[in-house]
């Protein structure tokens, strides 16, 4: 899921370049970003063999929908027809930051295209999946699926349920959060998780989608959706479509 995120989030609304249109996170030269490190362990994954009829670059992205619904999210109605580009420009990145202000989160997800809202639905989707690496990221710890989407964030946060992890990353001035929710590892919190908190507007979308569930999954959806197909305009077919044709 987080491989799909970054073959998108490479989008620029203002030049209307990058997006998933290209499955240039294929090269060497993309995946070596910092942003995408440890991403090779997924390309690997991403076995083109099984699934000729579409691209790397619609693999990529349909095994990011499966992710979501296999493990109990929601189903994200599916478009293909992405192409494979031949190269990738070296300029091509993520700038994702590992540690980023309140403001450089805005920018990142105003340069996609996305409002507070859409924002919060999207980083509360993908931080409940998976964890982090150290020899990746140079953060360690896990989330946790099933915790109730909005609700990991709220209860935990609100109740000053989280605790600056202890010492994991002092040495390289890293800051991350943790919660205990009973059982196994504790949940952990990056700091632009945290970020979803300490700003208000961020914090007001997230209150009320921990009292609104059914809006969290769709609005969820939906950005995942546009966050997917960001650069594909014209180039895409609903599968819906090709089975009822
Ligand atoms: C400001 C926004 C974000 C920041 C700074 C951020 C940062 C990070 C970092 C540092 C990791 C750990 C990577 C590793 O060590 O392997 C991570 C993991 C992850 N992120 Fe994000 N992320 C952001 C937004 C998102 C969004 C929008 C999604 C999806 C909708 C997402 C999905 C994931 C997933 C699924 C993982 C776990 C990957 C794994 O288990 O290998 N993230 N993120």
Redesign the pocket.
């Known amino acids: ?2 491989y799909a ?1 970054h073959a998108s989030g490479t989008y620029d609304r203002h030049t209307r370049t990058g997006g998933s249109n290209g499955g240039t996170m294929r090269f060497e030269t993309e995946r070596a970003d910092p942003e995408n ?2 991403f090779s362990k997924a390309h690997a994954l991403a076995v083109k063999a099984l699934f000729p009829a579409l691209s790397m670059a619609d693999i990529i992205i349909l095994a990011g929908h499966v992710a979501i619904e296999h493990t109990g999210g929601p189903a994200v109605p599916f478009s293909y027809g992405r192409r494979d580009f031949g190269g990738c420009a070296a300029s091509a990145s993520m700038a ?3 540690s ?1 202000t309140i403001d450089a ?1 805005r920018g ?1 997800f105003d340069r996609l295209g996305f409002d507070d809202k859409e924002t919060v639905a ?2 509360v ?3 409940q ?5 150290g020899d ?2 140079g ?1 360690e710890g896990a ?1 946790r699926e099933g915790l109730g989407y909005p609700s990991a964030y709220t209860h935990g946060v609100a109740r000053g349920g989280y605790r600056l992890s202890p010492g994991v990353l002092a040495a390289r001035n890293q800051r991350q959060y943790e919660m205990d929710f009973g059982g196994g590892e504790p949940f952990m919190m ?1 700091v ?1 998780d945290m970020c979803l908190w300490y700003d208000e507007e961020y914090r007001r979308h997230l209150l009320h989608y921990d009292s609104h569930r059914s809006e969290f999954r769709r609005d969820a959806a939906l950005a ?1 959706k546009k ?1 997917t197909e960001l650069g594909c305009a014209g180039t895409l077919v609903p599968e819906r479509e090709t089975k009822a044709a």
């Open positions: 899921m987080r995120w490190a440890g994702e930051k590992e980023p989160m990142t999207l980083i989707l993908g931080h999946y998976g964890r982090c690496h990746a990221s953060f989330w990056l632009s995942w966050l």
